[in-house]
Nanobody, 120 residues
Framework: QVQLVESGGGLVQPGGSLRLSCAAS????????MAWYRQAPGKQRELVAR???????NYADSVKGRFTISRDNAKSTVYLQMNNLKLEDTAIYYC??????????????WGQGTQVTVSS
């Protein structure tokens, strides 16, 4: 059974940085593009970054230039380095696999997510 376990969230001031991690078990990681999503209070979940098995990345416009997604295939872990955080980045962050580098539909069950709060 596939498990996705997110960690690394916390409380940070505007302009600060956090690094999120997502450990994946099962076969979902090795053969799929991985993605980070986020869901802010009262809003729909949105996809913010993707990384293919070969390392191709793409980002939502709202995080481009500030967030960097990476993956360690040996550890079945995907990361999200978040710099210059803004108040509007406050959300619960989730990871999941998607069907392609341009896919949106999540392939696995959702993990518990990790809370990121940006506040002064």
């Amino acid at each position: 059974q596939v498990q996705l376990v997110e960690s690394g969230g916390g409380l940070v001031q505007p302009g600060g940085s956090l690094r999120l991690s997502c450990a994946a078990s099962g076969s979902i990681f090795s053969s799929n593009t991985m993605a980070w999503y986020r869901q802010a209070p009262g809003k729909q979940r949105e996809l913010v970054a993707r990384i293919s098995t070969g390392g191709f990345t793409n980002y939502a416009d709202s995080v481009k230039g500030r967030f960097t997604i990476s993956r360690d295939n040996a550890k079945s872990t995907v990361y999200l380095q978040m710099n210059n955080l803004k108040l509007e980045d406050t959300a619960i962050y989730y990871c999941n696999a998607v069907p392609s580098p341009w896919g949106i539909r999540p392939l696995g069950a959702w993990g518990q997510g990790t809370q990121v709060t940006v506040s002064s």
